[in-house]
């Protein structure tokens, strides 16, 4: 059982930068892949990022391609998702996953969720 719990997030005008975090519990974390997903309302629950355990291989959707970095301190049990040049458009709810085995993009693939964190981006 891995539990996770999101922070970093909140309200910055576009442009700006944030830094999210995802603190997972359990002994086992760097064998999980983990990956960053974000749902705005109204909308379906979106892949962001995903990292592999051991945190060389990662993989990112294409809105975000270039503007977020995701990272992970497994000494920390904790991921990040470094987020610059921020537009109105990323405004979501993003929520962390752990996934068993390899990198995956899929929403369905993962087995352990977060509750999410709001970052509101203003124009």
């Known amino acids: 059982q891995v539990q996770l719990v999101e922070s970093g997030g909140g309200l910055v005008q576009a442009g700006g930068s944030l830094r999210l975090s995802c603190a997972a519990s359990g002994r086992t974390f760097s064998t999980y892949a983990m990956g960053w997903f974000r749902q705005a309302p109204g909308k379906e629950r979106e892949f962001v990022a995903t990292?592999?355990?051991?945190?060389?291989?990662?993989y990112y959707a294409d809105s975000v391609k270039g503007r977020f970095t995701i990272s992970r301190d497994n000494a920390r049990n904790t991921m990040y998702l470094q987020m610059k040049s921020l537009k109105p458009e990323d405004t979501a709810v993003y929520h962390c996953?752990?996934?068993?085995?390899?990198?995956?993009?899929?929403?369905?693939?993962?087995?352990?969720w977060g509750q999410g964190t709001q970052v509101t981006v203003s124009s």
């Open positions: 990292i592999s355990g051991n945190a060389i291989a990662v």
């Open positions: 996953a752990a996934a068993v085995g390899f990198i995956k993009t899929k929403a369905r693939a993962y087995d352990y």
